[in-house]
């Protein structure tokens, strides 16, 4: 998928129509295919566990895309992401639930409605950059979330509110295994729409506000207009991928929705790369994982008793927490373009081996 | 109208205020020096009440030694940070630094919550508490402290700045790096005292807020607190943190006052800065005091 940024050397494109394919080559375009083809067939196989991160990675992924939209491509820092996040799986309940509307189409209407609501607060967007920005969404987030505990008609205050489940053609989507095709289905779809974004005129516009934004308003380009449309496709990207959350689990709770939350979606979309849409995918994969694979460490010491197991399960929260904190910084020093560079670097050095350097 | 309550929060607020004040000074302190945006410094308060209560109840030494310890362990603390976390970071961009920041911050909360758990725990007692009446109104004599606290602090950062050397040394690298390494002061130096002054001082109020409310996970959150009242006061100016944290901490208790007495829909003590926050950056972002960012192309 196209990244718009560095590419290494020998990596030559002669038309503007090779430089904006969505798919680099055919083999990527059959690779793609083939893995999603292989995707389908995956519930006959896999045990309920591994289809369980699958749909957490997909949903998570939608909204870190969404994230890496503003941030990485446009340039826009958010500490709120996890409040729309919020703000779109109680949208879609409350859409569904209120107006007897059906599921498969409250999602992309909850997306909309937390489209508003985020363009709403990226309106001091349009005045303020950087750090003041990240200060002006760290004040969306806690509203949002106030918002959340008081606004009882909306999302059911304390008490949390009922999603139903997807249910399309008289089919309901609410066991692991079918929820597993509409949360591959949206996955695709979303980062199918991400890449043609990124390629288009839109896109084109949101990299040059990143990259300097004074020329990109001489160049003709409206600051205001694209600052807040990046704002707009983000919380749409949260809000879908909320949506999916609720309907998935059935039932949504504000209790969820914290800065923390927040602060782990930036940490998805560093880790993987900013400003790369493959990036956001493999972060949402590495963070996801990361407490399996910690969880199954604390075990592993557990079992040769250096330290009771007790205790170290107990404390599995806080060791998330820390391992979250600690690879958002080993990242930004060691590695701050992500995953995504490191992956392009290792593609480059096989395709040109051995003369790659 | 309940005219004596109103009084008892506008008090409060001006205490609570003042300390807020201190707080945003600290936080100043990093951004004008090493253009930093800490969002780790409510981690300052906790760790610095943390330890200070370990050495009082796990080490049971006298207050004035574990006071001691605390200073020096957060001047450490500080100076280790700088070094290894944000010399590295020097020239990136903005949004890459308050993400180390960040970082710092949730690795450390979640450290402080393995180390000494979730619950609030209160200090031994230290001071004799009682309660002094003033003008018809009973003040609490940790609150009183937490006043002489603050101007001291605040008095402090005034001299240090006018008269002492390494003070003179920090405004002038605050003004212009170049011309400041080029007078043959080191900047590495500067950065390094700038965070530690800065983790210092804060250990120093979460020691202060721990003995009058306990110490616990929330001593974190006085961190993210401090941003409404720097934004108000202006991001690059110390006297404006100190306004801006009175105001904001008479605000906290007017909207107690208003939400008890009328509104009734709670909370909104803590949720009215954030409001307030938006509101000035949307007409006046720059805040009282700051610096207007005027940029050439």
Redesign the interface.
């Known amino acids: 998928m196209i990244t718009l940024s560095m590419r290494p050397c020998g990596d030559f494109r002669t038309t503007y129509k090779a430089d904006t394919r969505i798919f680099e080559t055919r083999f990527i375009l059959l690779a793609t295919i083939l893995s999603v083809v292989a995707l389908c067939f995956a519930p006959l196989f896999l045990d309920a566990y591994y289809l369980t991160l699958f749909i957490q990675i997909s949903y998570l992924g939608i909204a870190a895309l969404g994230l890496n939209i503003l941030?990485g491509f446009t340039?826009q820092?958010s500490?709120g992401h996890g409040a729309f996040f919020g703000f779109g799986a109680f949208a879609s309940a409350w859409i569904s639930n209120s107006f007897a509307i059906p599921v498969w189409l409250s999602i992309p209407l909850a997306g909309v409605l937390t489209m508003a609501v985020g363009m709403m607060f990226g309106?001091?967007a349009a005045?303020?950059k950087?750090?003041?920005l990240?200060?002006?969404t760290?004040?969306?987030q806690?509203?949002i979330e106030?918002f959340f505990?008081?606004a009882e008609w909306f999302s059911g205050g304390s008490y949390g509110a009922a999603a139903d489940p997807v249910s399309l053609f008289g089919m309901n989507f609410d066991s692991d295994q079918s929820f597993f095709y509409v949360a591959l289905f949206a996955l695709v779809f979303m980062y199918l729409w991400g890449t043609n974004l990124m390629r288009s005129r839109d896109g084109r516009a949101f990299v040059a506000v990143r990259d300097h934004y004074?020329s990109a308003e001489i160049m003709g380009i409206n600051l205001t207009w694209y600052r807040l449309l990046s704002f707009g496709v983000s919380s749409f990207y949260a809000g879908i991928g909320g949506a999916l959350y609720g309907h998935y689990l059935g039932f949504v709770s504000a209790e969820g929705f914290t800065?923390?939350m927040s602060?782990q979606f930036?940490?998805m979309i560093?880790i993987g790369g900013?400003g790369s849409v493959q990036g956001a995918l493999l972060g949402t994969i590495f963070i996801v994982l990361l407490p399996e694979v910690l969880e199954a460490t604390v075990s592993l010491i557990g079992s040769t008793g250096l330290m009771e197991p007790g205790t170290l399960v107990e404390?599995l929260a806080?060791?998330?927490?820390?391992a979250?904190?600690?690879?958002?910084?080993l990242f930004?020093?060691f590695e701050?373009d992500g995953l995504a560079h490191r992956w392009k670097q290792i593609k480059s050095y096989w395709k040109f081996y051995p003369f790659a350097y | 109208m309940n005219t004596e309550l109103l009084l008892q929060l506008t008090i409060n607020g001006l205490i609570v205020g003042l300390l807020y004040g201190v707080i945003a000074m600290c936080f100043v302190l990093i951004y004008k020096s090493t253009q930093v945006v800490n969002f780790a410094q409510g981690e300052f308060l906790l760790i610095g009440a943390w330890i200070c209560w370990a050495t009082l109840v796990w080490l049971q030494l006298p207050f004035w030694l574990g006071f001691i310890i605390t200073l020096a362990f957060m001047t450490l603390f500080g100076i280790l940070i700088q070094a290894i976390f944000l010399k590295p970071m020097i020239g990136e961009p903005i949004i890459s630094v308050i993400m180390v920041t960040i970082g710092l911050s949730m690795f450390f909360q979640a450290l402080m919550k393995w180390i000494f758990g979730v619950s609030a725990q209160s200090y031994p007692q230290v001071f004799e508490t009682s309660t002094v009446t003033i003008g018809g109104l009973n003040v609490e004599l940790a609150y009183i402290m937490s006043l002489i606290f603050s101007f001291l602090m605040m008095a402090g950062f005034y001299w240090f700045f006018r008269y002492s050397r390494m003070g003179l040394a920090m405004r002038a690298t605050a003004f212009d790096q170049q011309v400041a390494s080029s007078l043959g002061i080191s900047v590495s130096k500067v950065f390094a005292a700038s965070w530690a002054i800065s983790a210092m001082v804060s250990a120093t109020a979460g020691i202060v807020m721990g003995m009058v409310n306990g110490v616990s996970d929330a001593l974190s959150f006085i961190g993210i607190k401090v941003f409404p009242a720097v934004i108000l006061g202006g991001l690059d100016s110390i006297v404006g943190g100190v306004v801006g944290g009175v105001i904001i901490g008479v605000l906290e208790n007017l909207a107690e006052f208003i939400d008890s007495q009328y509104l009734h829909v709670g909370n909104l003590y803590t949720i009215a800065p954030f409001y307030v926050l938006l509101i000035i950056l949307a007409f006046k972002p720059y805040g009282l005091f700051g610096t207007k960012d005027i940029e050439r192309i």
């Open positions: 941030v340039g820092i500490l309106l001091p005045r303020i950087g750090l003041y990240a200060i002006a760290l004040s969306a806690f509203i106030d505990a008081r004074l800065l923390m602060v930036l940490a560093i900013l404390n806080y060791f998330k927490e820390m979250i904190g600690l690879v958002i910084i930004l020093i701050p």
